[in-house]
Structures are given as C-alpha cells and as structure tokens.
C-alpha cells in the first residue's frame, strides 16, 4: 500500500498571504502510462471533498488560479498564493496510480 | 451538470446488511467507472472500491478492509451503481460517498450508523 504523508498537520494563514501543503508518497506515483496519479482536494465544514488539482498539476474547471499544483515521483506541493476566508478547510492529497488508493491524513487550513 | 445522489443510510445493527444506492445524472453514465469513499466521523478520507465501465469488463476492486463483505455493482439502464454492505461493524460507521470514474465530482453523501 502507498502511505501518503501530507505536512503540516494544520496551518494558520492571514488572509492574502501564501500558504503550501507537502505530500510525499512511499512510492513514485509515476504510472507507466506517462501519467502521475497524483490529486488535491479540499473539504470545507459539513461538505464532500471538492476536487482542486488533477494529475500533480492540471487545476479542475472552476478551480481559481490562485491553487497551484507541483512535484514528480514522490513528492508533491499544493500552493495558495494568496489565502482567502473562503480557503478554509481540510486539504487531501490522494493518490490512485495504485490499489488500494490512499489519501494523506489532511492538513487544516484556518485564517488568522 | 454532473450530479451524484447517494441514499439508502441508516441506523443498523452490527451483523447485519444495508444496500446504498448513487444515482448519477449529467453524463454518460456507462462509460466510466463509479467509486465508493467513507469518512468516519471526524475522521480522513478512505477510499472503499469501484466497478469499472461494461468496456472494462465492469469488474470491482475493493479495499481490504471490506472485500468479502462489501459488493459493488451497477445498472447502467438506470445509471445507478450500488454498494451492498454485509455483515456490518461498528468500525462501518461513516459518511458513504461516490464519484465518477474521474473522481472529480462527488455526491454529498449518505450516513450509514452501525450500531446496537
């Protein structure tokens, strides 16, 4: 199984500021169809999971640009470049290149 | 608009069985793969299975956790997948989601509560 380790544990950002989650996986995520397995989601307060990021780096439709993804193999970068109220919320990074797919444990994202 | 509606949670019983449907409109159903996922109270993310498309061979993978006790299936006619969950324990106890095969859109889930 591919342990996700996702850092920090939570975060407490002032709006407008950057923020960055790390994800590593156990095992690289490059698949041998060329594709890295890689995604971001964001959970906020009494939602499911919304989808931010697709394969390390491609943004979803309606995603704003302000939500970057980055990284190859194992490790793995989630940046916000500027922190709004609305970014509130339990980031995962989950991977699914294979079985069983596996997320990270979350990183809690909180405005000042 | 991609939309997934899950039903059939519940309060019951530990030992016995519960059948979750996800009802899924806004694309074609019967070209993708479906996906379960929990989220015990207060707790990460978990993915649980999914059944692939009729062109994959609509065959299911499970997490080890329910494989033997959990069963996946789908009616394309209907496009509606479901997940059969036998011999219930309390460690079941969790918001049950789907998704289709891209994982990018998820229903808002339905509260299934093992419990005596």
């Known amino acids: 199984e591919i342990v996700m380790t996702q850092t920090p544990v939570s975060l407490s950002v002032t709006p407008g500021q950057p923020a960055s989650i790390s994800c590593k996986s156990s095992?690289?995520?490059?698949?041998?169809?060329?594709?890295?397995?890689l995604y971001w989601y964001l959970q906020k307060p009494g939602q499911p999971p919304q989808l931010l990021i697709h394969?390390?780096?491609s943004r979803f439709s309606g995603v704003p640009d302000r939500f970057s993804g980055s990284g190859s193999a194992t490790d793995f970068t989630l940046k916000i470049s500027r922190v709004e109220a609305e970014d509130v919320g339990i980031y995962y990074c989950?991977?699914?290149?294979?079985?069983?797919?596996?997320f990270g444990h979350g990183t809690k994202v909180e405005i000042k | 608009e991609v939309q997934l509606v899950e039903s059939g949670g519940g309060l019951v019983k530990p030992g016995r069985s519960l059948r979750l449907s996800c009802t899924a409109s806004?694309?074609?159903?019967?070209?993708?793969?479906l996906s379960w996922f929990r989220q015990a109270p207060g707790k990460g993310l978990e993915w649980v299975g999914f059944?692939?498309?009729?062109?994959?061979?609509?065959?299911?993978e499970y997490a080890a956790s329910v494989k033997g006790r959990f069963t996946i299936s789908r009616d394309d006619s209907k496009s509606i997948a479901y997940l059969q969950m036998n011999s219930l324990e309390s460690g079941d106890t969790a918001m049950y989601y789907c998704?289709?095969?891209?994982?990018?859109?998820w229903g808002q889930g339905t509260l299934v509560t093992v419990s005596s």
């Open positions: 998704t289709e095969g891209q994982v990018a859109f």
């Open positions: 806004g694309f074609s159903f019967g070209d993708y793969g």
């Open positions: 059944i692939r498309s009729k062109a994959y061979g609509g065959t299911a």
């Open positions: 095992q690289s995520l490059l698949h041998s169809d060329g594709k890295t397995y």
């Open positions: 394969e390390v780096s």
């Open positions: 989950m991977q699914s290149k294979q079985l069983p797919w596996t």
